[in-house]
């Protein structure tokens, strides 16, 4: 079965409003975890590493300010895009590395629309 | 150059035959590979991870891996429509980082 989940799954919104996306570890404590974005059509790209307890580590390129992660528990961490416009709509993704292993488990992605 | 390459496609492949992937990528310091299945509208899931120089076995699927030749590739033995899908290739780099390659997207035909 599934052991990350995203929600919500799918959503639209007006250009300039908030939108928060949360991904949980249902089976595992997760220490770190990673945001990824893909547009149409490309393969994923890394914007951040959540590290549980502290700030995230941002991709060059991502605005920190802009794609706001809080990593607060073991099992839960939320992005939000702040003042979001119709160029970042795009399919974004949580993984994490569970504890003792070599794999990445990623939730099933989140399609942002903004109108 | 890009990190991670990959033939985009399609590459179409009849039912029952062998669907090959390659992947070049030009980080030598890593040790860990991935392949990973990508379903129009929905995420990666992982098919087959690789360290060792040589071949990896698991099902239909076979990686092949040649460190010296920064190569590692994906063969999908007797394939099914329903491997018809975006193969990405991966390597972690520094942090547990994952590099993805752009994809091959594979189209088997009945």
């Known amino acids: 079965g599934a052991v990350v989940s ?26 770190t975890m990673f945001w990824y974005r893909q547009f149409p059509k490309q393969s994923l790209m890394l914007m951040a590493t959540s590290n549980e307890g502290s700030k995230a580590t941002y991709e060059q390129g991502v605005e920190k300010d802009k794609f706001l992660i809080n990593h607060a528990s ?5 992005l939000t895009v702040t003042s979001a416009h119709p160029e970042d ?3 974004y993704i949580c993984s994490f590395i569970a504890a003792h292993t070599d794999t990445q488990y990623f939730g099933p992605g989140t399609r942002l629309t903004v109108l | 150059q890009k990190e991670v390459e ?14 090959s992937l390659n992947c070049t990528y030009s980080d030598r310091v890593s040790q860990s590979f991935f392949w990973y ?22 099902g239909r699927f076979t990686a092949q891996l040649n460190k010296a030749s920064q190569y590692v590739s994906l063969l999908i033995r007797d394939s099914q429509p329903s491997d018809s899908a975006t193969y990405l290739c991966a390597f972690k780099a520094a942090g547990n980082k994952l590099t993805f390659g752009g994809g091959t997207r594979v189209l088997v035909k009945p």
Not at chain 1, 9 to 26: M, W
Not at chain 2, 7 to 18: D, F, K, M, Q, R
Not at chain 2, 38 to 54: A, R, T, V
């Open chain 1, 89 to 91: 709509s795009s399919f």
């Open chain 2, 6 to 19: 990959q033939n985009s496609g399609p590459l179409s492949v009849p039912e029952g035959a062998i669907a």
């Open chain 1, 74 to 78: 073991l099992t839960l961490s939320t």
């Open chain 1, 6 to 31: 995203q929600h919500p799954s799918r959503v639209i919104c007006k250009s300039g409003t908030s939108v928060k996306i949360e991904c949980r570890s249902l089976d595992f404590q997760a220490t």
């Open chain 2, 37 to 58: 299945r990508q379903y129009s509208g929905k995420s990666p899931e992982l098919i087959m991870s690789i360290y060792s120089n040589g071949d990896k076995e698991d």
